[in-house]
Each structure stands twice: as C-alpha cells, then as structure tokens.
C-alpha cells in the first residue's frame, strides 16, 4: 500500500507564499500522474492541481494558475506545490494522491491564510 506524508502547510497572510511536500513510502509513486486535492471548511475534497509521470505536463483548477507551480522528484518519491499571492479562498486541508484519489489518505496539512 503506498503511503503519503503531507507537510509544509502553516498560516500565513494573504500574498504570502508556502511549500507543501509530499512522500511516499512506495516506489510505486513514481508510476502514476499524481495530485494536489484540497478540502476547505465545509466543503467536498477537490482535485486542484496534477502532474504527469514525468514531470513535464501539469495542470491546475483556474483559481490557482499563475499562482501555484506543481513538482516532482521521483528520486525522492516527493511531489511538491509551491503556492504564492495566498488569498484567503485557499485556506483548506491539503493533500495528495494519486490523480483519481484511490489509495488511502494520509493526514493532509493545513493552510490558513487569514489578515
């Protein structure tokens, strides 16, 4: 089973910036388009960024383009989300997984972005 470890999250004021990371326990990581998912309070987890195998293809909801950039390391079994100008609609819980969200859940990390 893979397993996934989130950190990175904290709290930070609106335009300020933060880097998520994610590992993994299993090689198996580095075979699958993967994602970055969110859950804001009150609010259905959402798939908001992805990355191809190979790094090279990404993709992000409208809310995040020409903010957030999307990584890869396979070498480390690490995916990464670099976030800037943080507005207060991307507070939430966030995690990552494969692109359809089929293995299990690892705890997430919380992002609040609040004045």
């Known amino acids: 089973q893979v397993q996934l470890v989130e950190s990175g999250g904290g709290s930070v004021q609106p335009g300020g910036s933060l880097r998520l990371s994610c590992t993994s326990s299993?090689?198996?990581?580095?075979?699958?388009?993967l994602g970055w998912f969110r859950q804001a309070p009150g609010k259905e987890r959402e798939l908001v960024a992805s990355?191809?195998?190979?790094?090279?293809?990404?993709s992000f909801t409208d809310s995040l383009k020409g903010r957030f950039a999307i990584s890869r390391d396979n070498g480390k079994k690490s995916m990464y989300l670099q976030m800037n100008n943080l507005k207060p609609d991307d507070t939430a819980r966030y995690y990552c997984?494969?692109?359809?969200?089929?293995?299990?859940w690892g705890q997430g990390t919380q992002v609040i972005v609040s004045a």
């Open positions: 997984n494969e692109r359809f969200g089929s293995w299990d």
């Open positions: 299993n090689f198996v990581f580095n075979n699958y388009i």
């Open positions: 990355i191809n195998v190979g790094g090279e293809i990404t």
